[in-house]
């Protein structure tokens, strides 16, 4: 079965950070792009950061651009999040996503986790 | 930063009727557009990519058509279990998403 498993969420305090998990099995993990979409409460969705399936290009939304690093280990088929200078306005459920076609970075994303609730508040 | 935006915010249509959905791009995106499908308390569900492409599983009561900065998702005769908010995305350049449709039962 093709699957995403998120961990890692929390409460955490602001100006603090955060690691952000994601485990795929049932692909090829190596040959596909991976992304970080979030969705606030109520809200719509966010993407947030996207990397290459080599790690040779990554980006990232304004919105989170020199605070977060995305990261993957193609031997343990996991990608990561790491967020740091936590604000509230960054609560939300963290969502890793897979991109569709074969080593395409710009992608529509096929397969999505169930998420990873973070919450950012003293 | 390609800026999506959606119409209606929300559509109230009844069983059976068809829906129609819009989205619009701040910038050509070609084809590089695809429709989600959320409901509540589960993770997105891609509908369309490639503009008119139906995902694996999807019904063929949902289309997809438009190019450049243009683009519809229609339901031909709306189910019960169709009833959820659907996002457009545009994958041209690094993804956006737009804020989403609810369509509601009338």
């Known amino acids: 079965e093709v699957q995403l498993v998120e961990s890692g969420g929390g409460l955490v305090q602001p100006g603090r950070s955060l690691r952000l998990s994601c485990v795929a099995s049932?692909?090829?993990?190596?040959?596909?792009?991976m992304h970080w979409v979030r969705q606030a409460p109520g809200k719509g969705l966010e993407w947030v950061s996207g990397?290459?399936?080599?790690?040779?290009?990554?980006d990232y939304a304004d919105s989170v651009k020199g605070r977060f690093t995305i990261s993957r280990e193609n031997a343990k088929k996991s990608l990561y999040l790491q967020m740091n200078s936590l604000r509230p306005e960054d609560t939300a459920l963290y969502y890793c996503?897979?991109?569709?076609?074969?080593?395409?970075?710009?992608?529509?994303?096929?397969?999505w986790g169930q998420g990873t609730m973070v919450t950012v508040s003293s | 930063e390609i800026v999506m935006t959606q119409s209606p915010a929300t559509l109230s249509v009844s069983p059976g009727k068809r829906a129609t959905l819009s989205c619009r791009a701040s910038?050509?995106?070609?084809?590089?557009l695809a429709w989600y499908q959320q409901k509540p308390g589960q993770a997105p569900r891609l509908v369309i990519y490639g503009a008119s492409t139906r995902a694996t599983g999807i019904p063929a009561r949902f289309s997809g058509s438009g190019s450049g900065t243009e683009f519809t998702l229609t339901i031909s005769s709306l189910q019960s279990e169709d009833f959820a908010v659907y996002y457009c995305q545009q994958y041209n350049k690094w993804p956006t998403f737009g804020p989403g449709t609810k369509v509601d039962i009338k």
């Open positions: 990397i290459s399936w080599n790690s040779g290009s990554r």
């Open positions: 910038q050509s995106v070609s084809s590089n």
């Open positions: 996503a897979k991109s569709l076609q074969w080593l395409v970075v710009n992608d529509a994303f096929d397969i």
């Open positions: 049932g692909f090829t993990f190596d040959d596909y792009a």
